[in-house]
């Protein structure tokens, strides 16, 4: 015969053939039983011979059939096998990055087309939550965790420390003054994320005496006290991390350079193994370098 028999023809005598069982085929390949029957008849027809014989409570090969199914047998191995290294090779260049939307917003998106550029092969997919997220569960590759470290049974390498410093813009820096000292806060509004506490540990850390650590607005993220920060709404404390292209292009000013160190810092997090995938690695040492060496973006 010139042209193939249908596929699902196919599927369905090789199931049957490896189960010799026509309901184990169809629990397989989610049809009936009546289903298979009738594809494995149409074939039969098709090619003119009969694949099996049919008793009572039990199938079996004949001749024609246990040589067909030899055949097909190996032709839907290699079928398997094949698709397995296609998708292998697939999914080697696809990297799914798990990590808060602060942290894809301020830090990674604006360097994302360097890491384009050094790595043009290689797909990546932010996957911005500020949830813990499964990685195999959820398929995540690689993740991005703020925290002290130490995750069970997980890689944990220490990425970015968290160092705080008040920002505003410049057109609120003015208002302080030309010499301004920290106790100048006390007439400014502070604008916090859910942690108040941070401006109260900064303050401390800088020798402030008459400002009250508690008073201004609170929002629930550090994004949306970035963007109140930039609206003129007040100073906000942040990460110098994420604002460090603003600081070194004049639109946000640090107008009391003092940070105050965290014990909490950016983790770089994976499952054990992971690195031995070339793209992963390649992920991991981009990263590294942003860090320590890459200059701020442009």
Known sequence: ???????????????????????????????????????????????????????????????????????????????????????????????????????????????????????????????ASHRMMDFQRDGIDIAIRHGLGGYEGLASERLLDDEYVPICTPEMAA???????????????????????DWELWLQAAGATRVDATRGPVFTDGTGAYHAMKAGLGIALMRRSFVEQELAGGTLVAPFPIGFASALAYHLVYPPGALERPAVAALRSWLFSEVSHAPPPT
Do not use: K
């Open 175 to 197: 208002t302080l003054g030309p010499s301004p000292v920290v106790d100048n806060l006390a007439d400014q509004t502070l604008i916090h994320d859910v942690y108040r506490r």
């Open 1 to 127: 015969m010139d042209q193939l028999p249908p596929l699902s023809a196919l599927r369905a005598f090789e199931a049957s053939a490896r189960h010799l069982s026509m309901t184990l085929a169809a629990n397989e390949l989610h049809v009936t039983p009546g289903a298979i029957s009738l594809q494995i008849r149409d074939l039969e027809s098709a090619l003119g011979v009969r694949l099996f014989e049919r008793r009572a409570r039990s199938l079996a090969l004949t001749t024609d059939g246990a040589d067909y199914f030899a055949t097909m047998r190996t032709a839907f191995r290699l079928i398997r096998e094949a698709t397995a290294a296609l998708t292998m090779r697939s999914r080697d260049t696809v990297l799914t990055v798990a990590c808060t939307a602060g942290f894809a917003t301020h830090w990674l998106v604006p360097r994302l087309r360097r890491f384009e550029q050094a790595h043009p092969d290689i797909d990546l997919r932010i996957s």
